[in-house]
């Protein structure tokens, strides 16, 4: 079973990008899937965000902002979430997934706006 | 609007059963694969088990395989998660979502519902 490795926490300032990585075990490759991310702040459920494959296969979930945004670094075999111009909002749980056979969730990396 | 709307979780002893109850509306029930992810109490996501939207195909996770059967009512709007022979580590809140395509495949799961708690302790 392929494994998706999230760091446990982040911090980033207001206005400033947060970078969330999600590095895909090494018997497969970012490349070939589709990467979705969630987001969950406490005691809610999570919220799709959005999808990202390549730059002319990726998805957006309804409402969700554009300062949300991914991609990948093949080199390093991840998914990117990139969130710009931070908001107190932003502060929450994200998980990253993808479906290799069946679905994958990653750990979570809880993001900190301080 | 769309809507999910669990229902069913609670306490139950080691070894015991239980029926979660996924009430849906708001959109074409059929039209949609259904699935239940859970979370452990401080932990994070694991997906559990799908149904495609004509309930003809279904599918599990190895940890609940043999254990959790996935079923839907689509004339009810209803999918329905029965757990036998539950251990301390199901453990959970568990969450269904719709997943974007009626065949249970490469899609993202949105919305989500509030979620029930299932406890499994003696």
């Known amino acids: 079973q392929p494994v998706l490795t999230q760091p446990p926490s982040s911090s980033a300032s207001p206005g400033e990008s947060a970078r969330l990585t999600c590095t895909l075990s090494?018997?497969?490759?970012?490349?070939?899937?589709?990467i979705y991310w969630y987001q969950q702040k406490p005691g809610s459920p999570p919220k799709y965000l959005l999808y990202?494959?390549?730059?002319?296969?990726?998805?957006?979930g309804s409402g969700v902002p554009s300062r949300f945004s991914g991609s990948k670094d093949v080199s390093a075999n991840a998914g990117i979430l990139l969130i710009s111009g931070l908001q107190s909002e932003d502060e929450a749980d994200y998980y990253c997934?993808?479906?290799?056979?069946?679905?994958?969730f990653g750990g979570g990396t809880r993001l900190t706006v301080l | 609007e769309v809507q999910l709307l669990e229902s069913g979780g609670g306490l139950v002893q080691p070894g015991g059963s239980l029926r979660l109850s996924c009430a849906a509306s708001?959109?074409?029930?059929?039209?949609?694969?259904m699935t239940w992810v859970r979370q452990a109490p401080g932990k994070g996501l694991e997906w559990v088990s799908a149904?495609?939207?004509?309930?003809?195909?279904?599918y599990y996770s190895d940890s609940v395989w043999g254990r959790f059967t996935i079923s839907r009512d689509n004339s009810r709007n209803t999918v329905y998660l029965q757990m036998n022979s539950l251990r301390v580590e199901d453990t959970a809140v568990y969450y269904c979502a719709r997943v974007e395509t009626a065949v249970f495949g490469v899609a993202s799961f949105d919305p989500w519902g509030q979620g029930t708690l299932v406890t499994i302790s003696s």
């Open positions: 997934m993808i479906w290799p056979s069946n679905v994958v």
């Open positions: 149904i495609s939207g004509l309930g003809d195909s279904t």
């Open positions: 090494s018997d497969i490759s970012a490349s070939n899937y589709k």
């Open positions: 708001g959109f074409m029930f059929d039209n949609y694969a």
């Open positions: 990202y494959k390549s730059d002319s296969d990726k998805g957006q």
